[in-house]
């Protein structure tokens, strides 16, 4: 393996990070707070050490799948490094694990925090925590992928294994096309969502954090009541429906956006996305009417907006979901498992998956009823192989044996089993908040610190697809 | 790139990274002492002016005592020097008002000891009101409690300030020290990195066409070294190429 092509590429994503540093350094300037020189010493180190194997190393013409899968890996644990400095420097309620903590959680687009008073952070490191969802939500690769002019079949390699192999069958363009689809969707509906934002009421900062952690299905808000602090009905509408958007395939968005409107509809995984949000909806504004809101209308706003939060992995929250009752609670960690559709920017297992699990379990009882039979699954009229078929169960297996191992050690720490089990599913869903110590309306700054060691590994596992960082563990025993 | 600039560029990045955390540690430090001095000049005089008042203050409650038993003298002298260290530490106090909200403070305790003053300066020794302590709990005491009430008011201001002042000291100190943890750390990665590119990129080559003008002298072998960089190695090489090619002429 050529570790100095790996240091080449990985500066470039120092770099990509710099840049996002340095306007975060311009709105501290600007705002005169202390978040300035934390986040400017942390733009020149990434600069730094971004730029030195940039010029030193000469660029190659191809790297191995191997060399591709280090880099993006690495990427990710690199720009979660970089990108807890300032948050060290800065001080605070930011010791070295919980600047981990909150660094991880942003790229991750997990939006757990440990902040508990987020108002008193400044104003340019808010917006370092927005942006790390940003970079984090695209993907770091995509991101650099889109902005380079072209890296040929290196940009190929890097892109695969970027992307979820669920994602892929929606594009069927080019690298550098597909790149650019994804990106336009992505910075497209980031400004729709600012400006509709702002026309809901929101100043300019709170608009772009908020579109951000929107967009990139994070959940970090500046507001340390979240998006409740607003208890304005159109803000929590527009949320709604940018996060939505933001848990289909951008594929699929992309061709809709193009005037195929009935493709969006024709998807069998955008249909079973939509179908398990509504119902989802429904039955939580049932359960929740009566017992916490006496009138339909507050069951239905509060039902939807958390439900939809949770259920594309957004976090976000609008009210204090610890009190619901058990039915909803449930409802939510169910949603907290599955999450949207792959090719999104959300987390989870993934709603296609979900559509791959029940076709198999079709096709089993099928199969028991004529065990002559020579059955293929299919969706959307594609037949889906066997291997990718496996490959999602063992997929599914493999989530649930790492959120019960996880939830395992963090009880072993003495905290509850619904605090427990619900932060090792959010976590690993990338989804945010859970039940119990780290609801809603609360924060992780209370689990101990190896739990905060153990959550971002479930972050990172999930955010990477297991596999990902599984492999990268065994890089030497892959030939 | 050449060799020289790209080693050059390697020290330059080491000698930033720690030149930029020196300097940052060296303002936050400064602030610190600016802080300090602060922390003295505003709070801690205004504090010490509060303690000064409060100690008038009884002191001129035992002359009026003094008064109310007849002895006249003796507790007018007292009220006097009393009022004096009281005045002096008073126009200290509203000298040094820093905080917002303080002025109010002040002005609060000139208009409750004027009305303390009032009821002292009148004779007392003497006339009808001596040994009438009636008239000392129902108008001299409760006018002295508001003074001192007013007076520690003033204090515990000053006394919450100082402490909110001493706790952003310990995040500036936090501050100061960890530019300089970054910077070794960087600096102890960026080394090793530098190192190893180094080696790959500048001293492996050297061996690489060391190794291939030796194995030509020794067995003949062609020379075949490829350098990936387009620097003095690469020319060094393709030099060493002609010269071998036309030695063979």
């Known amino acids: ?479 | 790139m050449g060799l020289r600039p790209k080693i050059l560029l390697g020290f330059l990045i080491l000698a930033t990274m720690l030149l930029v955390a020196g300097g940052w540690s060296i303002y936050e430090l400064s602030n610190i002492g600016i802080s300090v001095q602060r922390l003295l000049d505003d709070n801690y005089k205004s504090i010490d002016a509060a303690k000064s008042m409060t100690e008038a203050l009884e002191r001129e409650d035992s002359a009026i005592l003094l008064l109310l038993l007849g002895k006249r003298d003796e507790g007018r002298e007292i009220l006097r020097s009393a009022d004096n260290s009281f005045e002096k530490a008073f126009e200290t106090a509203r000298n040094n008002v820093t905080i917002s909200g303080e002025q109010g403070y002040v002005e609060a305790i000139r208009i409750n000891y004027d009305t303390y003053k009032k009821l002292w300066a009148q004779n007392i020794a003497g006339t009808a009101k001596e040994g009438d302590l009636n008239w000392y709990f129902s108008d001299i005491h409760s006018s002295f409690l508001n003074v001192k009430s007013a007076v520690k008011k003033l204090m515990d201001l000053n006394d919450k300030t100082m402490y909110k002042t001493a706790s952003n000291l310990e995040g500036r100190a936090h501050r100061a020290t960890m530019p300089g943890v970054i910077a070794i750390i960087s600096a102890f990665i960026f080394a090793v990195i530098f190192s190893f590119l180094v080696n790959l990129l500048v001293v492996s080559p050297i061996i690489r066409i060391t190794s291939g003008i030796h194995d030509y002298l020794e067995t003949g072998k062609s020379f075949n070294v490829k350098i990936e960089t387009t620097d003095e190695l690469s020319h060094l090489a393709s030099s060493v190429r002609s010269l071998i090619e036309r030695s063979k002429l």
């Open chain 1, 1 to 479: 393996m050529r570790y100095h092509i790996i240091l080449r590429y990985i500066g470039i994503i120092l770099l990509l990070n710099a840049s996002f540093l340095f306007v975060s350094a311009v709105i501290s300037f600007f705002n005169n707070d202390s978040g300035l020189f934390p986040l400017l010493y942390t733009c020149l180190i990434a600069t730094l050490f971004g730029a030195f194997p940039f010029i030193f190393v000469p660029s190659a013409e191809e790297i191995s799948n191997k060399e591709g899968f280090t880099i993006v890996v690495t990427s990710w644990l690199i720009s979660c490094l970089i990108g807890m400095v300032p948050y060290v420097l800065w001080g605070g309620e930011f010791t070295a694990t919980n600047a981990w903590f909150e660094s991880v959680s942003g790229f991750t687009t997990t939006g757990s925090s440990i902040l508990t008073d987020i108002e008193n952070v400044p104003l340019g490191l808010l917006f370092w925590r927005s942006a790390t969802h940003w970079i984090g939500g695209v993907g770091i690769i995509i991101f650099v992928l889109s902005v380079l002019p072209s890296m040929g079949k290196i940009g190929m390699v890097l892109y695969r294994t970027e992307t979820s192999p669920l994602a892929a069958a929606n594009f069927r363009y080019r690298t550098k096309k597909t790149i650019r689809i994804i990106m336009f969707v992505y910075v497209g509906l980031t400004i729709l969502e600012t400006i509709a934002l702002m026309v809901c009421g929101m100043n300019v900062f709170d608009a772009v954090t908020h579109s951000f952690a929107t967009i990139a299905t994070g959940g970090f808000s500046p507001k340390n009541a979240s998006i409740a602090h607003y208890h304005s009905m159109p803000i929590e509408t527009v949320i709604i429906i940018f996060m939505i958007l933001s848990g289909i395939n951008f594929g699929l968005l992309f061709v809709t956006l193009s005037g195929n409107i009935r493709a969006l509809f024709k998807s069998t995984v955008v249909k079973f996305y939509l179908g398990m949000l509504a119902v989802g909806v429904a039955l939580a504004a049932v359960n929740i009417h009566g017992t916490i809101y006496p009138l339909w209308v507050d069951a239905f706003r509060y039902a939807a907006f958390q439900i939809i939060s949770i259920g594309t992995s957004t976090g976000f929250a609008t009210t204090d979901s610890n009190l619901w009752p058990p039915f909803a609670q449930v409802l939510i960690l169910f949603f907290t498992l599955q999450c949207a559709c792959s090719g999104s920017t959300s987390g989870g297992i993934k709603t296609d998956r979900s559509v791959l699990f029940w076709h198999a379990i079709k096709q089993r009882i099928t199969k028991f009823q004529h065990p002559h039979a020579v059955l293929k699954t299919k969706v959307d009229g594609v037949a889906i192989d066997d291997d990718t078929l496996d490959a999602s169960l063992l997929f599914i297996a493999l989530y649930i044996v790492i959120v019960f191992l996880s939830t395992l050690a963090i009880c072993f720490m003495g905290i509850d089993i619904m605090t427990a089990f619900s932060a090792s599913a959010a976590t690993m869903g990338n989804v945010g908040p859970g039940f119990g110590l780290v609801g809603t309306v609360s924060n992780f700054s209370q689990i101990p610190e190896l739990g905060k060691w153990i959550l971002t590994g479930d972050m990172l596992l999930g955010r990477l697809e297991i596999y990902g960082l599984l492999l990268f563990f065994l890089l030497k025993s892959w030939k």
